[in-house]
């Protein structure tokens, strides 16, 4: 006999009746657990935008420290993340302690610095600016 009782109806009420019996919560975190997709011990998604550092001479990558890129996947036999980089789109695998996630709100922050920068006023500022500080104490004094 079928009952109409769907995915959707077991979250529902299990959502809803979570607070009033612990077991229903525990079956409640169980079935949310099952349903999260994690991507790794990081907890990145695909696509998500992730910026190098930490890498050492010993590992030979020294050189993207401080560039980002964008999780391509997960690869468990060797516990790490495939991060491509544009522009070459190359791939490399790198393990979740040397990467760090980008926020939205960083993506932000360097749209809209990089969009200042190009402005007209911004680039006669940052030339006055260079005139003025010569040596990193004269900066320190602005």
């Given at each position: ?52 550092s930490g890498l050492t001479a010993e590992s030979g990558m020294t050189k ?35 990467l760090q996630k980008i926020t939205d709100k960083d993506k932000v922050v ?33």
């Amino acid at each position: 006999k079928r009952y109409s009782v769907d995915l959707g109806w077991v979250i529902g009420m299990l959502t809803y009746h979570s607070n009033e019996d612990e077991g229903i919560m525990a079956q409640k975190k169980e079935l949310d657990d099952l349903l999260t997709f994690s991507m790794g011990p990081a907890d990145l998604s695909k696509g998500d935008c992730v910026e190098v550092s930490g890498l050492t001479a010993e590992s030979g990558m020294t050189k993207l420290n401080g560039k980002r890129g964008f999780v391509g996947g997960y690869v468990e036999e060797k516990e790490s993340y495939a991060v491509k980089f544009p522009p070459d789109n190359f791939y490399v695998d790198l393990k979740p302690e040397f990467l760090q996630k980008i926020t939205d709100k960083d993506k932000v922050v360097n749209i809209l610095t990089r969009g200042v920068a190009q402005c007209k006023q911004a680039k006669n500022d940052m030339k006055d600016l260079r005139a003025k500080c010569t040596d990193k104490a004269n900066f320190e004094k602005l």
